[in-house]
């Protein structure tokens, strides 16, 4: 299996892609106060002033958004598992927790007093503040039981075979020796997937007009939103409701696409039998009685296809980026794939999202004060659970920035100790999805592709709306395709 192009050594800073006080020999942040409570209404001390870090500039706001890792690592170094910012131009104060008592009594309170963030959404221009990822309370209760089933095991189970098509096309036409951003390849084939699942596009690939034009538009929507401009035009939503600027201008093409979906899916009706997403939208009706208006419907096919696709595509592109800095891992990972053992590739997933979780914190509103250890934070605190910290916790995961699927193997994590996809009444809606895509496609990419592993500085990680994404979207070269 020796396809290692020059060695590297197993750790060291050149493989871990932080540039932190402290990476490599400790993250810093082990145990602590696990004290966490609701107080009540009168108890409304603010989180202590010493403990607070304010970011004056504008400029430093955007690094913490920019580099939230840096900012981070460095700050927990300190040993503080809770942390607290006042952003220049944010949207006041907000708390950081990382401890998995503090994480616990967040995810398992009631959701009327700690709900979802969302109205700070970056995400919110573009999806709208109609859907399942972006409403809160009785609505995003009724959407969530809408969508569930089709996102369950046995759903899972059909889109199967559409997934490894996909992966063998997307492998079979692999150019040898050319550097290949994985990322890309596998955004491809992650849309093709959810195109399937949420529109009912056999393997993804449109066969009407309207399809053709929905397809052309998403791509070229999803095209924008990786160039510089996106920053901006990320930065001039702010926190409003509404697209403005550059995001306007490209929703706009989808939009008129999705509408002409919805006018050919209304006028078919009755003819075709179909069980996709979009269907089930157009059936489903309120308790009472009304259909869902053509917006909310929008809003909702829109949240699916961006929440599904690029998530995955970066989890596929920082398991070789990791892989390609880690040639022991690497190896061992190609024996384990050879010799049909899964439980090595379960392990080796969840290794790359606890070391590089595509996204690193989810945020809740604090409609109670609440206690973290001796931190008081009043009612209105935003709190920001960093997945990022959590994963590099020392007393959770020894040699936390080493990468090691061996400490996956035959291990069932303790709750609130790994959360690539978040939890609670938000824990991703499409996660059994997402692990059914990652795990065909890292295993046909271990099994087909000979990749040159080699000791070029890690990929720095990049943030993206609510993501964390390789810089150079996983740069990999192909040695053989089989
Ligand atoms: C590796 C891939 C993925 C990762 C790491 C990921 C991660 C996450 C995270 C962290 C959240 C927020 C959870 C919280 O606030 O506690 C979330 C929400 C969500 N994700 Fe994913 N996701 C992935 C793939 C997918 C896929 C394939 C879909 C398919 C449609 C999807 C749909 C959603 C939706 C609809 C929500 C909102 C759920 C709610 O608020 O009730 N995600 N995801």
């Known amino acids: 299996m020796g396809t290692v192009v020059r060695a590297i050594p197993r ?9 932190l006080r402290s990476a490599d020999a400790s993250s810093g942040i082990a145990g602590g106060d696990e004290r966490a409570e609701q107080l009540d209404d009168d108890a409304l001390a603010p989180a202590p002033m010493s403990k607070r870090v304010r970011i004056e500039s504008l400029w430093n706001s955007v690094k913490f958004v920019r580099r939230q890792g840096d900012v981070l690592f460095g700050d927990a170094a300190g040993g503080s598992d809770v942390l607290c910012y006042d952003l220049a131009g944010g949207p006041g104060p907000v708390t950081v927790v ?32 109609n859907s399942v990822l972006t409403s809160i309370g009785e609505r995003h ?32 036409a ?40 929905l397809r052309t538009a998403l791509i070229r929507a999803l095209h924008m939103s990786t160039q510089p ?8 939503n702010g926190f409003s409701e509404n697209p403005v600027g550059v995001t306007k201008l490209v929703l706009r093409p989808v939009d008129r696409a999705i509408s002409g979906i919805l006018a050919e899916r209304r006028a078919e009706s009755g003819r075709r039998e179909r069980t996709d997403i979009t269907a089930l939208l157009l059936d489903a009706r309120t308790e009472d009685g009304q259909p869902l208006s053509d917006g909310e419907i929008r809003d909702e096919l829109l949240t699916l296809v ?25 190896d061992d990972a190609r024996e ?6 899964d439980g090595y590739v379960a392990a080796l997933l969840n290794e790359s999202m606890r070391n590089r979780p595509v996204v690193p914190m989810v945020a809740r509103e604090m409609l109670r004060p609440w206690r973290f250890g001796t931190t008081l934070v009043p009612s209105g605190m935003t709190v920001l659970v960093s997945i990022l910290l959590l994963h590099h ?57 000979d990749l040159e592993t080699h000791d070029r500085p890690a990929e720095r990680p990049r943030h993206r709306n609510v993501t964390m994404i390789p810089q150079d979207g996983g740069l990999v070269r192909a040695l053989a395709v089989r």
Request: proline share 9%; net charge positive; with cysteine.
């Open 11 to 19: 750790t060291g800073s050149a493989t871990t892609g932080w540039h």
């Open 98 to 129: 990382c401890n998995p008592a503090h994480i616990t009594s967040i995810m398992t309170a009631d959701p009327a007093i700690a709900p979802s963030a969302t109205r700070q959404s970056p995400l919110r221009p573009i999806v709208g503040p």
């Open 141 to 172: 209760r009724r959407q969530r039981a809408l969508l569930m089933p089709r996102f369950h095991g046995r759903s899972v189970a059909a889109y199967r075979e559409s997934i490894e098509r996909a992966t063998a096309a997307r492998i079979d």
């Open 174 to 213: 692999w150019p040898v020796g050319e550097p290949v951003r994985l990322a890309d390849l596998a955004q491809h084939l992650t849309l093709d997937v959810i195109m399937s699942a949420v529109f009912g596009l056999p393997d993804g690939r449109p066969t009407t007009e309207a399809e053709r034009a």
């Open 229 to 236: 401009v996106a920053t901006a035009a990320q930065l001039m």
């Open 306 to 330: 961006l929440a599904g696709h690029e998530t995955t595509a970066n989890t596929v592109a920082w398991t070789f980026e990791r892989l390609t800095r880690n040639p022991g891992v690497y």
């Open 336 to 341: 384990a794939v050879a010799a049909g053992d």
């Open 393 to 449: 916790r020392d007393d959770l995961y020894p040699r936390p920035f080493a990468f090691d699927p061996g400490r996956f193997l035959g291990v069932r994590p303790a709750p609130h100790t790994l959360l690539p996809f978040g939890g609670g009444n938000r824990r991703c809606l499409g996660a059994a999805l997402a692990m059914a895509e990652l795990t065909t496609v890292v295993t046909e990419i271990l099994r087909r592709v």
